[in-house]
Structures are given as structure tokens and as C-alpha cells.
């Protein structure tokens, strides 16, 4: 038994959804992979197949290119040998959830590099994140500028204002620091400005 047979097996007895054949794929019906470090393995295992694959593609091109009817066995089995690769790496690609957009498979398609879906994203982020700063900005001198008039009309009230909202972000910041423990026992504080 070769290592792909080896793999395939526990996972046709594990219950995990496989092909249905001509390509059709059957969804999974319970999803046993919970944390990172499973879907970090998962995804090693596909690229471990892919590998083994394209060397069995190698294999075969030999095989192929210097063909005569002696190669004809050593031909069929590594022929054979691809099929059950692809037929496992599938099987192993229906435990990994990754969604690729649309967008970046064009690209591919285009014949242009995925980075540069990456890098659009990226500047359209900044972009935006640019723009939410700017009204973050303008919010905070509209409210500066409030408590300026509203403490010249109302000093009193705008001083226990100061008072109340003092002591609600001393309570959200211990809220925050309360919860905001790691595992390692460090604390995430994020201050104000």
C-alpha cells in the first residue's frame, strides 16, 4: 500500500464527504476541523498532494516522451497512480475552507499576477481608512467646539458633564483591561488619545 492509499482510507472511514465521480462534488455534512492548528493541517496535507502530484506529472511526462511498448505498464501504473493522487487531493481540498474571490481567479485567468487584486485592496483600504480618519477628525473638533460655546452658555452643567463622562471611561477602561487578559496572562490596553 503507497502512502496515498495509506491516507485515503481513514478518510473514506472517517465520514467526510468525498466526490460523488464525474466531478461532482458532494457537500460535507459535519465539519470536524474547530480550530486553526486542524485547518493549518488540513491545508499542509493539500499542498503535500499537490506536490506529489506534480511530480507524478513529471513521471509521466518522461514516461511518455520516451514511450515504446515496453514503457506501456510503467505508463499505466503511474497513470493509475495520478488518479488515485487527484482523487485524494480533492478529498483532502473538501476539508480546507478557502474562499477564493472571483476577482482574483479573472486575474489568473487574464494572465496577470493575483498580487495585483492584494495590492488594490490594500490601497482601496487605506483609501477608505483615510476618509473614516478624516470624519473621525471632524467629529472630534465638532465636539471640542460644542463644549467650548456650551461651557461659555453653561459652565455648570457642562463641568458635571465632564465629571460623568470621566468616570464612565475610568469604568470602560477597567471593563476593557478585565477583559482584555491573554492566556499568558499579558494585558492588551489600548489608550486614548
Not at 110 to 120: A, L, V, Y
Not at 136 to 151: Q, V
Not at 163 to 187: H, V
Amino acid at each position: 500500500m503507497d502512502s496515498s492509499q495509506s491516507v485515503s482510507a481513514p478518510l473514506a472511514a472517517s465520514g467526510t464527504s468525498g466526490s460523488g465521480g464525474n466531478g461532482m462534488l458532494i457537500p460535507k455534512t459535519n465539519d470536524t476541523s474547530t480550530g486553526t492548528e486542524a485547518d493549518e493541517q488540513n491545508l499542509n496535507q493539500v499542498n503535500n498532494s499537490i506536490q506529489k502530484t506534480l511530480g507524478l506529472l513529471h513521471q509521466l511526462y518522461l514516461t511518455v516522451s520516451s514511450f515504446n511498448t515496453a514503457s506501456q505498464l510503467p505508463l499505466l501504473q503511474r497513470l493509475n497512480t495520478l488518479v488515485m493522487e487527484l482523487d485524494n487531493m480533492v478529498k483532502l481540498s473538501e476539508k480546507c475552507n478557502i474562499q477564493v474571490p472571483m476577482e482574483v481567479l479573472n486575474l489568473i485567468d487574464d494572465g496577470k499576477n493575483p498580487d495585483e487584486f492584494t495590492r488594490d485592496v490594500i490601497n482601496s483600504c487605506i483609501a477608505k481608512n483615510q476618509i473614516t480618519k478624516g470624519k473621525t477628525d471632524g467629529f472630534k473638533s465638532l465636539r471640542r467646539h460644542l463644549l467650548e460655546e456650551l461651557e461659555q452658555t453653561f459652565p455648570d452643567e457642562v463641568e458635571s458633564y465632564r465629571e460623568i463622562r470621566a468616570a464612565s471611561a475610568a469604568e470602560m477602561k477597567r471593563l476593557a483591561q478585565a477583559q482584555s487578559a491573554l492566556p499568558n496572562g499579558d494585558m492588551k490596553v489600548k489608550t486614548e488619545l
